[in-house]
């Protein structure tokens, strides 16, 4: 119960083993050895279940133990098994239809990594009332992303421009590699027997991966894509409060007609024209902003903000479709949250719309670092 364990299952032998132990809040005698059994509380009632919480053994052996006595105490342990029992209670009132499969893309940005367990994406999943759907395939952790493990992260940090780019690219492509392995394998199949009915998204890793694995999604199945909110420590969607963010794109500079465009986002931050790289500064200019608000790292506050995000950028995409046909690559310099990046990615068609070409800022200048999706022929 305390830690959240699943007791009916080995962890070594994989097999279905009756793991927990009957631990007593009251200790089950009086005598001065039983823990807490000091406490006024009947002896007929010390048997009841009440008075029982199933614990792993480790966990019941430290709230046993003398030492520890002080810090578990009676009305601690009560407290903690009611919480429990009122989540429990919470989760097993939801149906079927509330369920999710949790997809957690955890790495690092520029060495700076988070927190990002399974125990944090069902509390944030929890407060929106659907419960986590953890399938056997995938080994009760929902789909897990793992890019901590690939080299070069921060190659090239100390570089020039150039050589930055290049060895973010090397490192992208084993990233995109690892992500396109986890939703083809583990994901792709749920979705095909339609044993995943909704998606919930956590990522922290750098911009374009993030694009990536939106671009990646099945567009056909409803998702909901959480941020981590900086001043809460929270993956959870604050209660809506407030009207949304709306947001805007706009032309800023006319070109030649051709098959080549540019856009900048400043949804958390501003990158200004003299920040775009020389060789795309003759090229159609187009920027997404906040209309009425200020560009800033806590602009998307509620999850509505998000979602009058990504419309506009699907709007955007709509309107280059119709506007401006020959279009082939959209160079993407994003100065946006990590949730907008998914955003960003589930809104573009790779069938569609101009392959995106996603910039990032290395060794001080924006470079090209990671394509998504085709060049349309």
């Known amino acids: ?11 070594m ?22 823990p807490r059994g000091g406490d006024p509380l ?18 019941h052996l430290e709230i046993d133990a003398k030492a520890a006595l002080d810090v578990f105490t009676v009305e601690w342990l009560r407290r903690v098994k009611q919480e429990h ?4 209670r919470h989760l097993t009132a939801l149906g079927p239809e509330r369920a999710t499969t949790v997809v957690r893309m955890v790495g690092s940005v520029h060495g700076n990594a988070v927190e990002l367990s399974r125990e944090t994406a069902a509390e944030a999943v929890t407060a929106d009332r659907r419960f986590p759907l953890y399938l ?11 890019l901590r493990h690939i080299p070069g992260e ?57 694009v990536y694995l939106g671009s990646r999604l099945d567009d056909t199945v409803p998702t909901d894509i959480y941020q981590r909110h900086r001043h809460e420590q929270s ?18 500079q006319a070109g030649p007609d051709g098959d080549e465009a ?14 775009i790289p020389r060789e795309l500064s003759g090229l159609p200019h187009y920027e997404v902003r906040p209309v009425s608000a200020q560009a800033g790292p806590d602009i998307l506050r509620c999850r509505a903000s998000l979602r009058q995000l990504e419309e506009t950028l699907r709007m955007f995409f709509a309107r280059l479709e119709r506007e401006a046909k020959s279009l082939r690559r959209l160079h993407v310099l994003p100065a946006i949250p990590l949730s907008a990046a998914v955003a960003l990615g589930r809104a573009h068609h790779p069938q569609v719309h101009p392959q995106l070409v996603i910039y990032e800022r290395l060794a001080g200048s924006y470079a090209p670092t990671l394509e998504v999706g085709q060049v349309p022929g």
Request: hydrophobic share 40%; proline share 4%.
């Open 13 to 34: 032998s994989g097999r279905t083993l009756p793991l927990g132990q009957v631990a007593h809040i009251v200790g089950q005698s009086t005598d001065p050895r039983s």
């Open 262 to 275: 540019v856009v900048v986002v400043n949804i958390s931050g501003v990158i200004t024209s003299h920040e």
């Open 136 to 146: 056997e395939s995938y080994t009760r952790h929902g789909v897990e992303i793992d």
């Open 154 to 210: 921060q190659a090239g940090a100390v570089w020039n421009a150039e050589a930055a780019a290049e060895a973010s690219r090397h490192y992208y492509r084993q990233a995109t590699a690892v992500i396109d392995d986890a939703v083809r394998n583990r994901l792709g199949p749920g979705i095909e027997r339609e044993t995943v009915q909704h998606v919930s998204v956590f990522g922290f890793a750098r911009l374009p991966l993030l």
């Open 42 to 59: 009947g002896k007929a009632l010390r048997d009841e279940a009440d008075n029982l919480m199933l614990l792993c053994a480790q966990q």
């Open 1 to 11: 119960m305390l830690c959240n364990t699943y007791l009916l299952e080995g962890v």
């Open 85 to 88: 029992e009122d989540r429990v």
């Open 235 to 252: 993956w959870a969607w604050p209660a809506e409060s407030g009207p949304a963010t709306e947001f805007a794109a706009h032309r800023v």
